[in-house]
């Protein structure tokens, strides 16, 4: 994919030892976590995601899965994120990785420095022109969903639809290749909401499902496979947690043994 949108990786450091960044995810092929962490240190480096979801879709077409755990244990709160491999079909694999194993630069805190300074970016005077008028150009009441992304793809888009079991579009974000973005259609404006393209493209039109689409309850089952896969759900919201809430609960959990054993 550097080689198709004319990226240039960076080459030092622990850069260096991410590499061959922007390929997918290929679960069979072994070394998952490197693999992913790879794809996630690439992502953030080559593109500006202004939000989770943003972040999310991008990471998604690399086959990484990712879910923030937020929550409190004990009256204490946590916030930590949780990484996993996907197949191309979109369901996940394997055992999934906290953040904390991977670095600390790709964890939640890390990740909420990134989308402000990428909002921040595309706040800038023409940042997202060239993507705006991309799109409008593309646009058309004579095309197909899928001539559509053709054209854009053409440009070095993708355009990443989410629709519901009925076929109607409820979402869409833009990958600007070229340019290192990722926005959804409303942050273009809303005469690129998804309830513009809904209405431009309905869902009355015969076309096979592309594999970028994916239904709200399909996509929801499938992460929620991802998170489950080698945990218990106690461990699962437990085990994720970027933060000491989980050793200070263990703490307490042996005070209290020691001083039954006392009595």
């Known amino acids: 994919m ?18 061959p960044g922007f390929r997918k995810v290929n679960y069979k092929a072994g070394n998952v976590k490197q693999q992913i962490s790879s794809v996630i240190r690439s992502c953030l480096r ?21 879910e923030e755990r ?15 491999a996907m197949t191309d079909d979109g369901y996940g694999i394997g055992t999934p990785f906290k953040s904390s194993k ?12 990134y989308y402000a300074k990428s909002k921040e970016k595309l706040k800038e005077p023409d940042a997202l022109d060239h993507l705006r008028h991309t799109v409008k150009d593309a646009m058309s009441p004579y095309n197909t969903r899928d001539e559509f992304r053709q054209r854009l793809e053409a440009d070095g888009i993708d355009a990443i639809l989410r629709i519901n079991p009925t076929g109607r579009i409820y979402g869409i974000t833009f990958i600007d290749h070229n340019a290192g973005i990722v926005a959804n ?29 994916q239904h709200a309850e399909q996509k929801g089952e499938q992460r929620s496979h991802t998170a489950k896969s080698g945990f218990g759900i106690v461990d699962t919201i437990l085990d994720l947690a970027d933060t000491q809430a989980y050793e200070e609960q263990q703490r307490q959990i042996q005070r209290r043994k020691k001083r039954r054993l006392c009595k």
């Open 2 to 19: 550097e080689h198709k949108y004319n990226l240039h990786p960076a080459v030092k450091g622990q850069e260096q030892a991410d590499a």
């Open 46 to 66: 080559h593109y500006r995601c202004s939000s989770y979801g943003e972040l999310r879709t991008l990471l998604e077409a690399f086959n990484v899965s990712i």
């Open 70 to 84: 937020t929550g409190t244990v004990d009256g204490r709160s946590y916030a930590g994120i949780v990484y996993g």
């Open 102 to 113: 991977i670095g600390k630069d790709i964890g939640y805190k890390a990740l909420q420095a």
């Open 185 to 213: 259609g409303s942050v273009l404006g809303k005469e690129l909401s998804a309830r513009v393209f809904n209405e431009l493209f309905p869902a009355s039109q015969k076309e096979e499902p592309h594999p970028v689409e």
